[in-house]
């Protein structure tokens, strides 16, 4: 977990639940919106649906989530940011914020200048999956040092080209000098089918959806990709701990969604938003659901998570560019 992630967390733990004095009469004037830009039923939409539930008791209006799927969270983002809204939240994440803007050059939004940060709502760690007849040991040292002895022979597969899983194994590859042959899906479902089947080697998949074919022994985990091991898999090992041999110390790789509102917000509302969010996060019964579902709650507030936003945003180019990466 990066560093303000981490004090994010202390953070929430420690603020306060009341509501801010200002603007406390004038705003909200009617329920929020809360824009989600995936379908519904995934983990993404019930995140948005636990939160937007519990926000009804600080803020006294309902949050109704609205799902505008389409072109990895990008197509509801700059709709968004054209509506200048300041009764809406719009659920960012590494997709719209930090790994679209560093594949594509001519978005309808900036996400800098475009939105407000409210906060961080949860992380969620990826985990490196194997068929086990193609990796039978098991161990991703062996499968890593395959790699460098045969460049491009040995491969991983993804949700799609430009995903979020596509560029942490681009990033593996880059820190571990081992040349992975990437196989892009149409989603993480046909993915999992294909490592499954034996079409592919490994794949790299979200915690939550990855979890019962590990249960089941369809596929085996090698590695997470959070900085320690994660309590659903306390045998696997962090890509962390394979330390210098393959340049891997401290690594660190997660999915994040947070609330991001309109620039066009005020600070009083800004503030209004966040404390409300904070509140929900704070509840017990939220933060039990939300780890249910193998995320992990976080909070803080809005100079954390923008600050979050614009690192995530650098460290991807970076890979984007190194990797000579294009979207399709």
Given at each position: ?328
């Amino acid at each position: 977990m990066p560093a303000i992630a981490r004090r994010s967390m202390l953070a929430l733990a420690a603020a306060p639940l009341a509501m801010p004095a200002v603007a406390q009469g004038a705003w909200p004037q009617r329920d929020l919106r809360l824009i989600c830009p995936f379908p519904p039923g995934g983990t993404t939409d019930v995140v948005a649906r636990l939160v937007a539930t519990a926000m009804r008791e600080p803020l006294g209006r309902a949050v109704v989530v609205e799902n505008q799927p389409g072109a990895g969270s990008t197509l509801a983002a700059g709709r968004f940011a054209r509506e200048a809204d300041d009764h809406a939240l719009f659920l960012s994440q590494i997709a719209s914020h930090a790994i679209g803007p560093a594949l594509y050059r001519n978005l309808a939004y900036d996400p800098e200048t475009d939105f407000r940060a409210v906060t961080l709502l949860v992380t969620v760690p990826n985990v490196l999956v194997a068929n086990p007849r193609k990796v039978p040991s098991g161990d991703i040292r062996d499968f890593l040092r395959e790699a460098r002895r045969q460049p491009g022979e040995r491969n991983f597969a993804s949700a799609g080209n430009g995903t979020s899983t596509h560029l942490t194994g681009e990033l593996i590859g880059q820190l571990a000098g081992a040349r992975l042959t990437h196989v892009p899906y149409r989603g993480a479902g046909p993915a999992m089918t294909a490592v499954v089947g034996g079409e592919v080697d490994t794949l790299i998949d979200n915690l939550p959806t990855a979890l019962p074919q590990i249960r089941a022994g369809t596929v085996r985990a090698l590695a997470v990709t959070a900085r320690t091991r994660v309590p659903d898999l306390p045998d696997v090992p962090a890509l962390s701990e394979l330390g210098a041999e393959f340049g891997l110390e401290g690594f660190e790789a997660e999915a994040w969604f947070g609330l991001h509102a309109h620039r066009s917000a005020p600070d009083a509302v800004v503030e209004r938003m966040s404390a409300a969010v904070l509140a929900a996060l704070a509840d017990a019964g939220v933060r039990q659901q939300l780890a249910s579902r193998g995320t992990t709650p976080r909070g803080g507030p809005p100079a954390d998570y923008a600050r979050l936003v614009a690192s995530e945003r650098a460290r991807w180019l970076r890979v984007v560019r190194d990797g000579n990466v294009q979207a399709d």
